[in-house]
Nanobody, 126 residues
Framework: VRLAESGGGLVQGGGSLRLSCAAS????????MGWFRQSVGKDREFVAA????????MYGDSVKGRFTISRDDAKNTMYLQMNNLKPEDTAVYYC????????????????????WGRGTQVTVSS
């Protein structure tokens, strides 16, 4: 399974970006998916997760109310809509896939994901 993020870039504080994560498989619908981010000198941080069939979603405390995770199984793609961006959102954003999900679980720790993309840089200026 290959995952490819896109949509990162430089944006002013208060602005918006939409990240995409394209999967290289038709079995995308069966995966639980997540977004994580990592900034320089910090550990990888949970951002958002979504279950199979979009039955459940979860967000990290720092992004609740500003970010929205979604998926389009017909396009084998997951999205992260990021609004009201802040300088502290600056990081490399990674998408991740859990292939073992059998229900509508979502996962919030990096160790629960077996497949990762290479990341896309998001920089928010003040």
């Amino acid at each position: 399974v290959r995952l490819a993020e896109s949509g990162g870039g430089l944006v002013q504080g208060g602005g918006s970006l939409r990240l995409s994560c394209a999967a290289s498989t038709q079995h995308f619908f069966s995966f639980a998916m997540g977004w994580f981010r990592q900034s320089v000198g910090k550990d990888r941080e949970f951002v958002a997760a979504i279950s199979r069939s979009s039955k459940g979603t979860m967000y990290g405390d720092s992004v609740k109310g500003r970010f929205t995770i979604s998926r389009d199984d017909a396009k084998n793609t997951m999205y992260l809509q990021m609004n009201n961006l802040k300088p502290e959102d600056t990081a490399v954003y990674y998408c991740a896939a859990n292939l073992a999900s059998t229900g509508h679980e979502y996962y919030t720790t990096a160790g629960e994901y077996g497949y990762w993309g290479r990341g896309t840089q998001v920089t928010v200026s003040s």
